[in-house]
């Protein structure tokens, strides 16, 4: 059975996202000292961990990466996931000493499939073509058998990108060959809440688009996972439960998110920073799952949206 454990990094970011959850400005921020990292990696190794996943802020702009990665492969950490912009990637010198440094699982964040929008997203000109570029480097690599696990996309779903998800995963389908995408709703925490014109949509709008979404996956043999969205909202679609991202990362896994700036648990910072259960919540089959919806959508949007999952 997988064991996984996923290290925060420190806020350190290459991007000024739009949507980002953290409003910290980025000449302030900080990253998490490797020594913590490397004593939190032997801690866990010998609780028998075997999967660990790196995530920020970003984790290709921290400091001699290779390095954390191969002395967690020195312990016994079967693979490496890295939670990632990608725009590193566009340095093929880089790319391959990480890539030799371990078992690496790559989670690519990509937003939009074109350059405007993309570049708009994040604030970085130039970022998508350094995202493709780096795309095709690992798309390469991977054909060459030098990295042997899938590589994912990652997106967050907001008000600009929600109609145009069919031709994104489609783009990147047919030009990357990428079969597995994750899709996560726009969380209104940190700057996407000075953003409000990409958090501003009904989940009921983004539902027929997700339906279309997922019969274009079905024709072409895509992976898709939804996080970040009520159950109840996505029961609406058919055989849900195989897209509910949350449901899938429970199976045959036990998994631990620990931010070591603050040694707490990630889990449970969703409800303190902004999810609630509302009354009807208690009588859906999901009440001990479901983080529930944010504060800010009930008060922007209602809850009459939010309809309890019944057994069948």
Not at 43 to 54: I, L, Q, S, T
Not at 69 to 92: E, F, M, P, Q, T
Not at 283 to 290: F, G, H, L, M
Request: glycine share 8%; net charge positive; proline share 4%.
């Amino acid at each position: 059975m997988e064991k996984e454990i996923q290290i925060y990094i420190g806020k350190v970011c290459n991007n000024l996202c739009k949507f980002c959850i953290d409003d910290e400005p980025l000449k302030d921020r900080k990253f998490i000292p490797p020594s913590s990292i490397k004593r939190t990696l032997k801690e866990y190794a010998k609780k028998n961990y075997n999967v660990v996943g790196f995530f920020g802020g970003e984790v290709t702009v921290y400091p001699r990466l290779e390095d954390m990665i191969g002395y967690a492969s020195s312990l016994g950490y079967k693979r490496i996931n890295l939670v990632s912009n990608g725009r590193r990637y566009s340095d093929i010198g880089f790319l391959t000493r990480i890539v030799n440094a371990g078992n690496i699982r790559f989670y690519f964040s990509v937003h939009s499939h074109q350059e405007h929008l993309e570049d708009h997203l994040t604030s970085v000109k130039g970022g998508f073509r350094e995202k493709i570029k780096g795309l095709y480097h690992l798309h390469r690599l991977q054909r060459a058998g030098l990295i042997r696990e899938r590589i994912f996309l990652n997106l967050v779903i907001n008000k600009l990108n929600y109609r145009s998800l069919p031709q994104i995963i489609l783009f990147y389908f047919r030009n990357f060959g990428i079969r597995d995408f994750r899709f996560r709703c726009i969380r209104p925490l940190g700057r996407a809440l000075h953003n409000t014109g990409l958090l501003n949509f009904r989940y009921a709008a983004l539902l027929p688009h997700l339906r279309r979404t997922i019969r274009t996956a079905e024709r072409s043999g895509i992976n898709i996972n939804v996080d970040g969205i009520p159950y109840c909202v996505l029961s609406e679609i058919n055989g849900y439960q195989e897209y509910v991202g949350e449901f899938k990362d429970g199976l045959g896994k036990e998994k631990q998110e620990i931010d070591l700036s603050s040694r707490s648990f990630l889990p449970r910072r969703n409800r303190e920073r902004g999810r609630i259960k509302i009354k009807s919540c208690r009588k859906c089959i999901y009440y001990a799952s479901c983080e529930g919806p944010w504060k800010y959508y009930i008060k922007t949007f209602g809850s009459e949206e939010f309809k309890p999952v019944r057994e069948p």
